[in-house]
């Protein structure tokens, strides 16, 4: 069973002028499938205005769609009924931690969703503990958020919703407001949590090097997805990336260019590592 899939997705919204009349209908969404099996890693990318932050908004039900449908766990995320266990299912990780983060201590802030929604005291600070023990974020239980750094933040953000035990997280450029250090510290919790707790992840992003480990891309153009695959796949496509205003990893350009220039290189290489090792065993060819 999917836990996550949207079917004939549309997405329309009315343009207004300044007196407040209605200029025109945008289709932000047009005709998205969707399909995420558990556990999944999924990446979705696109340039600014492609239509992928909004389609994170439909799989957290802060959006409904205008046409077809899309299921959490099995329930339509139209259905009023069952808003509550959708936002509990999928929980939602924004651009900026400090829109998410409302107590002046980090363990309180972790435990206020269990806690609103009327879970014993004893569950909930065993929650706390183990999801900011998740996060590596524990020895920082009684700190306040204020004097934590960006990538900090964003980890007791996702520490918030961990406490949730959701079985799927959206993160919405989590780390487009992050230094590269915060990026880092940020990935390597997603990481952990998908690999180690099985927690599906979908990541929204525009850094190409954050999706080099995911087990398949979306990639949107116009409210449509225009490409799917695994990424090896996605990013042998560099013209037709550059097309839509997106770019591939820096060492998987310069293996492209290198190859383009003539150099017998191996197509798609996605790390550091793997150029390394194809430059070494190019060297190894011309001295044999």
Known sequence: MSIVKAKDLVYEYERRDEEGNVESIVRAIDGVQLDVAPGDFIAILGHNGSGKSTLAKHLNALLVPTEGTVWVDGMDTSDESHLLDVRQRAGMVFQNPDNQIIASIVEEDVGFGPENIGMPTEEIWRRVEESLKAVGMYEYRQHSPNRLSGGQKQRIAIAGIMAM???????????????????????????????EENVTVILITHYMDEVIEADR????????????????????????????????????KLAYELKKAGMPIRDTILNVDEFVEEMVWQMKGETA
């Open 217 to 252: 891309i979306f990639v949107m153009d116009y409210g449509k997805i225009v490409m799917q695959g695994k990424p090896r796949e996605i990013f042998s496509h560099v013209e037709e990336l550059e097309q839509l205003r997106l770019d591939v990893p820096q060492v998987t």
């Open 165 to 195: 035990r959701p079985k799927c997280i959206v993160l919405d450029e989590p780390t487009a407001m992050l230094d590269p250090v915060g990026r880092k510290e940020v990935l390597q919790t997603v990481r952990k949590l998908n690999r």
